[in-house]
């Protein structure tokens, strides 16, 4: 069974930082794209930033760059995502997701790691 | 940027009615096409892909369809357990992945 388990969110103030973790299991790790989606309280979700099976494509969305970072570590079968310069706009629940390659949907996601920030 | 528009905003059904959802997109996206559905406190649900295929699972009362820029989410026979929020969503492009804004399929 695939499982993906979110750690690491909390309750931060705007310009801290946060590194968010995702265990994967169930699966093979490594022959997978992983990415982040987040969903404000109430709201829609959100596309964060996805990363190639072996790490070779990075990629964000505008509304994230130059702040967050994703990577991967294989050998341990856990995705991150390193969140900086916090804003209150980030305030969200983090997905954890996967997907073949880019020419496929998200097939799991986790149940998500809440963020808040907030003074 | 493909903008992914998805109407109506809420669809207030019964039971063993027929739901049906539109995405449009603002422009072609072939194919690329997803839909997800999500209950109140769960993560989203991957139902239907590439417009039209179910996902492993997924109830045949569940059917996608369309190309190009305009899609249909078709529920045939609601049961209690759909009344759920329903995303359409984009893959392939760039950036690589945009969510409508959602449909509430409410009671």
């Known amino acids: 069974e695939v499982q993906l388990v979110e750690s690491g969110g909390a309750l931060v103030q705007p310009g801290r930082s946060l590194r968010l973790s995702c265990a994967a299991s169930?699966?093979?790790?490594?022959?997978?794209?992983m990415h982040w989606v987040r969903q404000a309280p109430g709201k829609g979700l959100e596309w964060v930033s996805g990363?190639?099976?072996?790490?070779?494509?990075?990629i964000y969305a505008d509304s994230v760059k130059g702040r967050f970072t994703i990577s991967r570590d294989n050998a341990k079968n856990s995705l991150y995502l390193q969140l900086d310069s916090l804003r209150a706009e980030d305030t969200a629940l983090y997905y954890c997701?996967?997907?073949?390659?880019?020419?496929?949907?998200?097939?799991?996601w986790g149940q998500g790691t809440m963020v808040t920030v907030s003074s | 940027e493909v903008v992914l528009t998805q109407s109506p905003g809420t669809l207030s059904l019964s039971p063993g009615g027929r739901a049906t959802l539109s995405c449009r997109a603002s422009?072609?996206?072939?194919?690329?096409l997803a839909w997800y559905q999500q209950k109140p406190g769960q993560a989203p649900r991957l139902l239907i892909y590439?417009?039209?295929s179910r996902a492993t699972g997924i109830p045949d009362r569940f059917s996608g369809s369309g190309s190009g820029t305009d899609f249909t989410l078709t529920i045939s026979r609601l049961e209690p357990e759909d009344f759920a929020v329903y995303y359409c969503?984009?893959?392939?492009?760039?950036?690589?992945?945009?969510f409508g804004g959602g449909t509430k399929v409410e009671i």
């Open positions: 997701t996967k997907r073949v390659n880019s020419q496929n949907p998200f097939d799991s």
């Open positions: 169930g699966f093979t790790f490594d022959g997978y794209a």
């Open positions: 990363i190639s099976a072996n790490s070779g494509d990075i």
């Open positions: 422009q072609s996206v072939r194919s690329y």
């Open positions: 590439d417009a039209s």
């Open positions: 969503q984009h893959y392939g492009g760039s950036p690589p992945v945009t």
